[in-house]
Protein backbone atom coordinates (compact mmCIF):
# COMPACT_ATOMS: atom_id res chain seq x y z
CA UNK A 1 0.00 0.00 0.00
CA UNK A 2 3.06 2.37 0.84
CA UNK A 3 4.62 1.35 -2.17
CA UNK A 4 2.01 2.29 -4.59
CA UNK A 5 1.31 5.72 -3.23
CA UNK A 6 4.81 6.44 -3.40
CA UNK A 7 5.24 5.41 -6.98
CA UNK A 8 1.77 7.30 -7.92
CA UNK A 9 3.55 10.49 -6.15
CA UNK A 10 6.60 9.77 -8.06
CA UNK A 11 4.42 9.06 -11.52
CA UNK A 12 2.48 12.65 -10.80
CA UNK A 13 5.64 14.26 -10.15
CA UNK A 14 7.17 12.82 -13.48
CA UNK A 15 4.19 13.97 -15.56
CA UNK A 16 4.07 17.84 -13.65
CA UNK A 17 8.25 18.17 -14.61
CA UNK A 18 7.54 16.54 -17.97
CA UNK A 19 4.94 18.89 -18.14
CA UNK A 20 6.58 21.73 -16.92
CA UNK A 21 9.46 21.11 -19.47
CA UNK A 22 7.52 21.20 -21.99
CA UNK A 23 6.07 24.46 -21.32
CA UNK A 24 9.51 25.66 -20.78
CA UNK A 25 10.39 24.45 -24.39
CA UNK A 26 7.61 26.31 -26.17
CA UNK A 27 9.40 29.57 -24.98
CA UNK A 28 11.03 30.83 -28.23
CA UNK A 29 14.04 33.11 -28.06
CA UNK A 30 14.32 34.32 -31.47
CA UNK A 31 18.27 35.08 -32.93
CA UNK A 32 19.48 38.06 -33.89
CA UNK A 33 19.37 37.71 -37.87
CA UNK A 34 16.28 36.24 -38.29
CA UNK A 35 12.68 37.47 -37.25
CA UNK A 36 9.79 35.22 -35.54
CA UNK A 37 6.54 34.56 -36.90
CA UNK A 38 3.89 32.97 -34.49
CA UNK A 39 0.66 32.37 -36.59
CA UNK A 40 -2.52 30.07 -34.93
CA UNK A 41 -4.38 32.59 -33.48
CA UNK A 42 -8.21 32.63 -33.43
CA UNK A 43 -7.88 35.97 -35.28
CA UNK A 44 -5.97 34.58 -38.31
CA UNK A 45 -2.88 37.43 -37.78
CA UNK A 46 0.95 36.29 -37.25
CA UNK A 47 2.69 37.69 -34.51
CA UNK A 48 6.14 38.77 -35.43
CA UNK A 49 8.97 38.38 -32.49
CA UNK A 50 11.98 40.68 -33.78
CA UNK A 51 15.30 39.66 -34.04
CA UNK A 52 16.78 39.58 -30.18
CA UNK A 53 13.22 38.73 -28.87
CA UNK A 54 11.17 35.80 -27.29
CA UNK A 55 7.62 34.54 -26.79
CA UNK A 56 5.79 31.52 -25.89
CA UNK A 57 4.37 29.27 -28.38
CA UNK A 58 1.25 27.08 -27.39
CA UNK A 59 1.64 23.96 -28.20
CA UNK A 60 -0.43 22.27 -30.93
CA UNK A 61 -2.64 25.42 -32.03
CA UNK A 62 0.59 27.26 -32.66
CA UNK A 63 3.78 27.30 -34.55
CA UNK A 64 6.82 29.72 -35.48
CA UNK A 65 8.22 30.62 -38.50
CA UNK A 66 11.99 32.11 -39.12
CA UNK A 67 12.30 34.70 -41.54
CA UNK A 68 16.20 35.72 -42.35
CA UNK A 69 17.26 39.02 -41.84
CA UNK A 70 20.70 39.15 -43.09
CA UNK A 71 22.03 41.22 -45.91
CA UNK A 72 22.05 39.76 -49.32
CA UNK A 73 24.57 40.73 -52.09
CA UNK A 74 23.08 40.01 -55.78
CA UNK A 75 25.40 40.72 -58.85
CA UNK A 76 23.21 41.23 -62.14
CA UNK A 77 23.92 41.93 -65.84
CA UNK A 78 21.79 43.33 -68.32
CA UNK A 79 21.77 43.66 -71.93
CA UNK A 80 19.54 46.91 -73.31
CA UNK A 81 19.05 49.16 -76.09
CA UNK A 82 19.52 52.51 -75.14
CA UNK A 83 17.83 55.74 -76.33
CA UNK A 84 18.81 55.30 -79.60
CA UNK A 85 18.91 52.10 -80.26
CA UNK A 86 22.63 50.53 -79.14
CA UNK A 87 22.72 47.55 -77.26
CA UNK A 88 24.78 48.38 -74.03
CA UNK A 89 25.95 45.73 -71.64
CA UNK A 90 25.58 46.87 -67.67
CA UNK A 91 26.96 45.27 -64.93
CA UNK A 92 25.44 46.16 -61.51
CA UNK A 93 25.91 45.11 -57.81
CA UNK A 94 23.42 45.79 -55.37
CA UNK A 95 22.62 44.61 -51.62
CA UNK A 96 19.21 43.38 -50.34
CA UNK A 97 17.55 42.60 -47.06
CA UNK A 98 13.98 42.33 -45.46
CA UNK A 99 12.76 45.35 -43.87
CA UNK A 100 12.42 46.63 -40.30
CA UNK A 101 8.52 47.53 -40.28
CA UNK A 102 6.00 45.16 -39.44
CA UNK A 103 4.48 45.86 -42.63
CA UNK A 104 7.62 44.94 -44.47
CA UNK A 105 8.10 41.87 -42.70
CA UNK A 106 4.78 40.52 -43.20
CA UNK A 107 4.90 40.63 -46.89
CA UNK A 108 8.46 39.38 -47.17
CA UNK A 109 6.70 36.32 -44.82
CA UNK A 110 3.50 35.83 -47.56
CA UNK A 111 6.22 36.03 -50.51
CA UNK A 112 9.28 33.95 -49.34
CA UNK A 113 8.67 31.71 -45.93
CA UNK A 114 7.84 28.28 -47.04
CA UNK A 115 9.84 27.88 -49.70
CA UNK A 116 12.78 25.60 -49.88
CA UNK A 117 15.45 28.36 -49.58
CA UNK A 118 14.11 31.72 -48.32
CA UNK A 119 17.30 34.01 -49.09
CA UNK A 120 17.62 32.10 -52.59
CA UNK A 121 13.63 33.36 -52.73
CA UNK A 122 14.75 36.52 -51.38
CA UNK A 123 17.85 36.99 -53.74
CA UNK A 124 16.09 35.50 -57.36
CA UNK A 125 13.31 37.94 -56.65
CA UNK A 126 15.33 41.48 -56.01
CA UNK A 127 17.50 40.25 -59.04
CA UNK A 128 14.57 40.33 -61.39
CA UNK A 129 13.45 43.59 -59.52
CA UNK A 130 16.84 45.31 -60.35
CA UNK A 131 17.23 44.01 -63.41
CA UNK A 132 13.79 45.27 -64.64
CA UNK A 133 14.02 48.72 -63.36
CA UNK A 134 18.17 49.01 -64.86
CA UNK A 135 16.68 47.81 -68.45
CA UNK A 136 13.68 50.59 -68.01
CA UNK A 137 16.30 53.32 -67.03
CA UNK A 138 18.56 52.40 -70.11
CA UNK A 139 15.84 52.59 -72.34
CA UNK A 140 15.78 56.10 -71.46
CA UNK A 141 19.05 57.25 -71.66
CA UNK A 142 21.58 57.36 -74.37
CA UNK A 143 25.06 55.71 -73.98
CA UNK A 144 27.03 58.64 -74.09
CA UNK A 145 24.51 59.75 -70.48
CA UNK A 146 25.23 56.41 -69.39
CA UNK A 147 29.24 56.59 -69.11
CA UNK A 148 29.10 60.34 -68.35
CA UNK A 149 26.99 60.17 -65.85
CA UNK A 150 27.03 56.91 -63.78
CA UNK A 151 25.63 58.92 -60.52
CA UNK A 152 22.41 59.53 -62.58
CA UNK A 153 21.91 55.94 -63.99
CA UNK A 154 22.58 54.44 -60.25
CA UNK A 155 20.10 56.88 -58.72
CA UNK A 156 17.54 56.24 -61.29
CA UNK A 157 17.77 52.60 -60.97
CA UNK A 158 17.88 52.67 -57.28
CA UNK A 159 14.79 54.70 -56.60
CA UNK A 160 12.64 52.83 -59.68
CA UNK A 161 13.76 49.57 -58.16
CA UNK A 162 13.38 50.64 -54.27
CA UNK A 163 9.40 50.84 -54.72
CA UNK A 164 8.96 47.66 -56.37
CA UNK A 165 11.13 45.86 -54.03
CA UNK A 166 9.10 47.74 -50.87
CA UNK A 167 5.87 45.83 -52.02
CA UNK A 168 8.10 42.21 -51.49
CA UNK A 169 9.15 43.90 -47.53
CA UNK A 170 12.71 44.17 -49.15
CA UNK A 171 14.89 47.44 -48.92
CA UNK A 172 18.04 48.26 -51.03
CA UNK A 173 21.01 49.01 -49.08
CA UNK A 174 23.58 49.97 -51.54
CA UNK A 175 23.23 49.85 -55.40
CA UNK A 176 26.73 50.21 -57.52
CA UNK A 177 27.06 49.88 -61.64
CA UNK A 178 30.17 48.35 -61.91
CA UNK A 179 30.94 47.60 -66.03
CA UNK A 180 29.05 49.32 -69.19
CA UNK A 181 30.12 47.81 -72.23
CA UNK A 182 28.75 46.60 -75.91
CA UNK A 183 29.34 44.52 -78.46
CA UNK A 184 30.06 46.87 -81.47
CA UNK A 185 32.92 48.97 -80.11
CA UNK A 186 30.44 51.93 -79.43
CA UNK A 187 31.32 53.22 -76.41
CA UNK A 188 35.72 52.27 -77.40
CA UNK A 189 34.47 55.01 -80.14
CA UNK A 190 33.12 57.16 -78.00
CA UNK A 191 36.33 57.15 -76.13
CA UNK A 192 38.70 57.65 -79.13
CA UNK A 193 38.14 61.72 -79.67
CA UNK A 194 39.01 62.02 -75.53
CA UNK A 195 42.03 58.97 -75.99
CA UNK A 196 42.99 61.08 -78.98
CA UNK A 197 42.38 64.36 -77.08
CA UNK A 198 44.63 63.45 -73.98
CA UNK A 199 47.03 61.95 -76.30
CA UNK A 200 46.98 65.31 -77.77
CA UNK A 201 47.21 66.80 -74.25
CA UNK A 202 50.07 64.16 -73.14
CA UNK A 203 52.36 65.04 -76.68
CA UNK A 204 51.65 68.67 -76.20
CA UNK A 205 52.71 68.10 -72.79
CA UNK A 206 55.48 66.44 -74.02
CA UNK A 207 56.54 68.78 -76.78
CA UNK A 208 56.15 72.16 -73.98
CA UNK A 209 58.53 70.04 -71.92
CA UNK A 210 60.95 69.46 -74.30
CA UNK A 211 60.73 73.23 -75.46
CA UNK A 212 60.97 73.83 -71.69
CA UNK A 213 63.65 72.63 -71.24
CA UNK A 214 65.45 73.42 -74.91
CA UNK A 215 64.55 77.01 -73.52
CA UNK A 216 65.94 76.52 -70.27
CA UNK A 217 69.24 75.16 -71.16
CA UNK A 218 69.60 77.17 -74.14
CA UNK A 219 68.66 80.58 -70.84
CA UNK A 220 71.21 78.61 -68.70
CA UNK A 221 74.16 78.17 -71.70
CA UNK A 222 73.46 82.23 -72.20
CA UNK A 223 73.72 82.84 -68.89
CA UNK A 224 76.90 80.91 -68.15
CA UNK A 225 78.00 82.65 -71.79
CA UNK A 226 77.30 85.88 -69.91
CA UNK A 227 78.86 85.27 -66.89
CA UNK A 228 81.85 84.35 -69.30
CA UNK A 229 81.95 87.91 -71.13
CA UNK A 230 81.27 89.03 -67.85
CA UNK A 231 84.74 87.55 -66.20
CA UNK A 232 86.76 87.91 -69.19
CA UNK A 233 85.77 91.95 -69.24
CA UNK A 234 86.65 92.30 -65.56
CA UNK A 235 89.65 90.34 -65.88
CA UNK A 236 90.34 93.16 -68.84
CA UNK A 237 89.75 95.46 -66.73
CA UNK A 238 91.44 93.90 -63.44
CA UNK A 239 94.64 93.67 -66.02
CA UNK A 240 93.72 97.33 -67.75
CA UNK A 241 93.62 98.90 -63.74
CA UNK A 242 96.92 96.92 -63.10
CA UNK A 243 98.83 97.85 -66.04
CA UNK A 244 97.93 101.88 -66.03
CA UNK A 245 98.75 101.46 -61.77
CA UNK A 246 102.49 100.18 -63.00
CA UNK A 247 102.22 102.34 -66.23
CA UNK A 248 101.63 105.03 -62.71
CA UNK A 249 104.18 103.97 -60.82
CA UNK A 250 106.48 103.83 -63.41
CA UNK A 251 106.10 107.52 -64.61
CA UNK A 252 105.63 108.48 -60.69
CA UNK A 253 109.00 109.56 -60.06
CA UNK A 254 109.41 112.13 -63.19
CA UNK A 255 106.21 113.63 -62.76
CA UNK A 256 106.91 114.07 -59.29
CA UNK A 257 110.37 115.73 -60.38
CA UNK A 258 108.51 117.58 -62.66
CA UNK A 259 105.44 118.95 -60.75
CA UNK A 260 108.21 119.87 -57.91
CA UNK A 261 110.12 122.27 -60.19
CA UNK A 262 107.20 123.58 -61.29
CA UNK A 263 106.26 124.18 -57.98
CA UNK A 264 109.96 125.60 -57.27
CA UNK A 265 109.16 127.98 -60.24
CA UNK A 266 106.05 129.29 -59.88
CA UNK A 267 107.35 129.81 -55.85
CA UNK A 268 110.15 131.64 -57.09
CA UNK A 269 108.56 133.69 -59.31
CA UNK A 270 105.71 134.62 -56.84
CA UNK A 271 108.71 135.09 -54.39
CA UNK A 272 110.45 137.50 -57.24
CA UNK A 273 106.69 139.40 -57.38
CA UNK A 274 106.22 139.76 -53.89
CA UNK A 275 109.66 140.73 -53.34
CA UNK A 276 108.60 143.81 -56.32
CA UNK A 277 105.66 144.28 -54.90
CA UNK A 278 107.36 144.76 -51.63
CA UNK A 279 109.98 147.33 -53.37
CA UNK A 280 107.24 148.67 -54.96
CA UNK A 281 105.53 149.40 -51.14
CA UNK A 282 108.49 150.53 -49.66
CA UNK A 283 109.13 152.87 -52.39
CA UNK A 284 105.25 153.82 -51.60
CA UNK A 285 105.99 153.77 -47.85
CA UNK A 286 108.75 155.63 -47.77
CA UNK A 287 109.24 158.48 -50.04
CA UNK A 288 105.85 159.02 -52.42
CA UNK A 289 103.43 158.28 -48.83
CA UNK A 290 106.00 160.99 -47.02
CA UNK A 291 106.39 163.22 -49.91
CA UNK A 292 102.31 163.54 -50.40
CA UNK A 293 101.59 163.21 -46.66
CA UNK A 294 103.80 166.44 -46.34
CA UNK A 295 102.69 168.11 -49.18
CA UNK A 296 98.97 167.39 -48.25
CA UNK A 297 99.53 168.58 -44.26
CA UNK A 298 101.29 171.83 -46.03
CA UNK A 299 98.34 172.42 -48.41
CA UNK A 300 95.91 172.01 -45.03
CA UNK A 301 98.02 173.67 -42.51
CA UNK A 302 98.21 177.05 -44.89
CA UNK A 303 94.59 176.59 -46.26
CA UNK A 304 93.92 176.27 -42.39
CA UNK A 305 95.92 179.48 -41.78
CA UNK A 306 94.63 181.18 -44.22
CA UNK A 307 90.82 180.14 -43.01
CA UNK A 308 92.11 181.13 -39.84
CA UNK A 309 93.35 184.39 -41.20
CA UNK A 310 89.99 185.43 -42.65
CA UNK A 311 87.75 184.31 -39.83
CA UNK A 312 89.71 186.17 -37.48
CA UNK A 313 89.96 189.53 -39.57
CA UNK A 314 86.26 188.73 -40.12
CA UNK A 315 85.63 188.42 -36.69
CA UNK A 316 87.31 191.58 -35.58
CA UNK A 317 86.08 193.67 -38.17
CA UNK A 318 82.46 192.63 -37.12
CA UNK A 319 83.37 192.56 -33.31
CA UNK A 320 84.48 196.41 -34.10
CA UNK A 321 81.33 197.08 -36.03
CA UNK A 322 78.90 195.77 -33.40
CA UNK A 323 80.86 197.70 -31.13
CA UNK A 324 80.51 200.81 -32.35
CA UNK A 325 76.86 200.23 -33.56
CA UNK A 326 75.98 199.26 -29.84
CA UNK A 327 77.91 202.15 -28.33
CA UNK A 328 75.71 204.27 -30.23
CA UNK A 329 72.76 202.80 -29.45
CA UNK A 330 73.67 202.96 -26.20
CA UNK A 331 74.30 206.35 -26.18
CA UNK A 332 71.00 207.12 -28.14
CA UNK A 333 69.37 204.74 -25.61
CA UNK A 334 70.46 206.02 -22.43
CA UNK A 335 70.11 209.98 -24.26
CA UNK A 336 66.43 209.07 -24.78
CA UNK A 337 66.28 207.33 -21.09
CA UNK A 338 67.46 210.60 -19.50
CA UNK A 339 65.13 212.69 -21.86
CA UNK A 340 62.34 210.75 -21.11
CA UNK A 341 63.77 210.88 -16.99
CA UNK A 342 64.10 214.14 -17.33
CA UNK A 343 60.65 215.00 -18.49
CA UNK A 344 59.19 213.11 -16.16
CA UNK A 345 60.91 214.88 -13.54
CA UNK A 346 60.10 217.87 -15.12
CA UNK A 347 56.85 217.24 -15.55
CA UNK A 348 56.51 215.98 -11.61
CA UNK A 349 57.78 219.20 -11.11
CA UNK A 350 55.72 221.26 -12.95
CA UNK A 351 52.65 219.42 -11.39
CA UNK A 352 54.25 220.17 -7.93
CA UNK A 353 55.85 223.50 -8.05
CA UNK A 354 54.44 225.55 -10.71
CA UNK A 355 56.46 228.35 -9.30
CA UNK A 356 59.78 226.69 -11.23
CA UNK A 357 57.65 227.53 -14.45
CA UNK A 358 58.39 226.93 -18.28
CA UNK A 359 62.09 228.75 -18.04
CA UNK A 360 63.32 225.25 -16.47
CA UNK A 361 61.89 222.78 -18.72
CA UNK A 362 63.16 224.75 -21.53
CA UNK A 363 66.61 224.40 -19.91
CA UNK A 364 66.36 220.85 -19.29
CA UNK A 365 64.89 220.59 -23.06
CA UNK A 366 67.84 221.89 -24.87
CA UNK A 367 69.96 220.63 -22.26
CA UNK A 368 68.90 217.24 -23.80
CA UNK A 369 68.80 218.03 -27.35
CA UNK A 370 72.68 219.02 -27.46
CA UNK A 371 73.69 216.10 -25.77
CA UNK A 372 72.04 213.93 -28.07
CA UNK A 373 73.44 215.95 -30.36
CA UNK A 374 76.62 214.99 -29.54
CA UNK A 375 76.39 211.93 -29.32
CA UNK A 376 74.71 211.24 -32.90
CA UNK A 377 77.90 213.72 -34.10
CA UNK A 378 80.24 211.02 -32.38
CA UNK A 379 78.40 208.25 -34.11
CA UNK A 380 79.35 210.18 -37.20
CA UNK A 381 82.80 210.32 -37.00
CA UNK A 382 83.04 206.88 -36.06
CA UNK A 383 81.03 205.77 -39.30
CA UNK A 384 83.87 208.20 -40.88
CA UNK A 385 87.02 206.62 -39.26
CA UNK A 386 85.67 203.60 -39.63
CA UNK A 387 87.97 201.97 -42.21
CA UNK A 388 91.03 203.56 -40.79
CA UNK A 389 90.21 201.58 -37.78
CA UNK A 390 90.15 198.42 -39.31
CA UNK A 391 92.97 199.43 -41.24
CA UNK A 392 94.98 199.47 -37.76
CA UNK A 393 93.22 196.68 -36.57
CA UNK A 394 93.98 194.36 -38.99
CA UNK A 395 98.01 195.64 -38.80
CA UNK A 396 97.53 194.67 -35.52
CA UNK A 397 96.29 191.15 -36.08
CA UNK A 398 99.31 191.21 -39.15
CA UNK A 399 102.09 189.25 -36.93
CA UNK A 400 99.90 186.53 -35.59
CA UNK A 401 98.37 185.82 -39.38
CA UNK A 402 102.28 185.74 -40.22
CA UNK A 403 102.85 184.02 -37.40
CA UNK A 404 100.10 181.54 -38.28
CA UNK A 405 101.62 181.73 -42.27
CA UNK A 406 105.63 179.96 -40.93
CA UNK A 407 104.09 177.55 -37.81
CA UNK A 408 104.79 174.93 -41.08
CA UNK A 409 107.84 175.88 -41.55
CA UNK A 410 109.09 176.13 -37.88
CA UNK A 411 108.17 172.09 -37.00
CA UNK A 412 110.84 171.20 -39.75
CA UNK A 413 113.99 170.27 -38.60
CA UNK A 414 115.77 169.43 -41.86
CA UNK A 415 114.85 171.36 -45.00
CA UNK A 416 115.99 170.29 -48.45
CA UNK A 417 115.73 172.44 -50.97
CA UNK A 418 115.70 170.95 -54.57
CA UNK A 419 115.05 173.89 -57.18
CA UNK A 420 117.09 175.21 -59.64
CA UNK A 421 117.91 178.33 -58.16
CA UNK A 422 119.86 177.44 -55.77
CA UNK A 423 119.49 179.51 -52.16
CA UNK A 424 117.37 182.22 -53.15
CA UNK A 425 114.46 179.79 -53.20
CA UNK A 426 113.79 179.82 -49.72
CA UNK A 427 113.16 183.66 -49.39
CA UNK A 428 110.77 183.50 -52.68
CA UNK A 429 108.60 180.84 -50.83
CA UNK A 430 108.45 183.46 -47.89
CA UNK A 431 107.66 186.07 -49.88
CA UNK A 432 105.43 184.15 -52.14
CA UNK A 433 103.52 183.18 -48.52
CA UNK A 434 103.58 187.30 -48.08
CA UNK A 435 102.44 187.97 -51.28
CA UNK A 436 99.25 185.45 -50.57
CA UNK A 437 98.54 187.28 -47.15
CA UNK A 438 98.56 190.83 -49.25
CA UNK A 439 95.66 188.76 -51.54
CA UNK A 440 93.51 187.58 -48.70
CA UNK A 441 93.36 190.77 -47.15
CA UNK A 442 92.45 192.74 -50.45
CA UNK A 443 89.87 189.96 -50.96
CA UNK A 444 88.54 190.21 -47.40
CA UNK A 445 88.76 194.48 -47.10
CA UNK A 446 89.59 195.68 -50.20
CA UNK A 447 92.89 197.09 -49.51
CA UNK A 448 96.53 195.16 -49.43
CA UNK A 449 99.19 194.94 -46.60
CA UNK A 450 101.60 196.71 -48.43
CA UNK A 451 98.66 199.37 -48.84
CA UNK A 452 98.13 200.01 -45.14
CA UNK A 453 101.70 199.60 -44.35
CA UNK A 454 101.66 202.07 -46.96
CA UNK A 455 99.59 204.82 -45.76
CA UNK A 456 101.26 204.81 -42.45
CA UNK A 457 104.72 206.18 -43.93
CA UNK A 458 105.57 209.44 -45.45
CA UNK A 459 105.37 209.73 -49.27
CA UNK A 460 103.08 206.90 -49.19
CA UNK A 461 101.62 207.93 -52.37
CA UNK A 462 105.29 208.11 -53.61
CA UNK A 463 105.94 204.76 -52.31
CA UNK A 464 102.71 203.24 -53.47
CA UNK A 465 103.45 203.99 -57.28
CA UNK A 466 107.04 203.00 -57.33
CA UNK A 467 106.71 199.87 -54.88
CA UNK A 468 103.32 198.85 -57.07
CA UNK A 469 105.13 197.97 -60.37
CA UNK A 470 108.55 196.60 -58.43
CA UNK A 471 105.95 194.59 -56.78
CA UNK A 472 104.14 193.23 -59.74
CA UNK A 473 107.50 192.84 -61.62
CA UNK A 474 108.99 190.56 -58.37
CA UNK A 475 105.52 188.62 -58.95
CA UNK A 476 105.89 188.30 -62.98
CA UNK A 477 109.52 187.02 -61.82
CA UNK A 478 108.46 184.62 -58.89
CA UNK A 479 105.64 183.40 -61.60
CA UNK A 480 108.22 182.85 -64.39
CA UNK A 481 110.87 181.40 -61.84
CA UNK A 482 111.67 177.35 -61.43
CA UNK A 483 109.38 175.63 -59.14
CA UNK A 484 110.73 174.87 -56.25
CA UNK A 485 110.23 170.98 -54.27
CA UNK A 486 110.36 171.50 -50.79
CA UNK A 487 111.02 167.88 -48.79
CA UNK A 488 110.52 168.44 -44.77
CA UNK A 489 112.08 166.12 -42.52
CA UNK A 490 109.84 166.25 -39.22
CA UNK A 491 111.22 165.06 -36.25
CA UNK A 492 110.08 161.51 -35.70
Same mark, same amino acid.
Given at each position: MGVSVIGLIAVVAIIVLAAVAYLFSRIVVVPSNLTGLISGSNRGTVKIVHPGGRDFVLPIIQTIQYLPFTQTTIGFKVTAEDENKINVNVAAVAAVKVGDSDEQVRAAAKRFLGKPNTDQAIADSAREALIGSLRSIIGHMTVTDLISDRDALQRNVFDDAKSIMANMGLEIDMLQVSEITDAGGYIESLGVPEQQRV?????????????????????????????????????? +?? $??? !?? $?? +????????????????????????????????????????????????????????????????????????????????????? !??????????????????????????????????????????????? $??????????????????????????????PLASVRDLSIISTEGASALPKAVANNVEQLDLILRSLVGTGLTDMVGSHLPGSDASADHAGPANHADRDNQDDAAPVVVVEHPEH
Open positions: EKDARIARANAEREARDAEVTSRQQIAERERDLSLRQA +QL $KAE !TD $KA +QADADSAGPIARAAKEREIAIIGQEAAEAKAALTERELDSTVRKPADAARYQREQEAQASKTEALLRAQADAERTRLDAEAQAQA !TVARAEAEAKATAARARAEAEAIAARGQAEADTIRAAGEAEAKAMSD $KADALAKYGEAATRQMLLDKAPEIARALSE
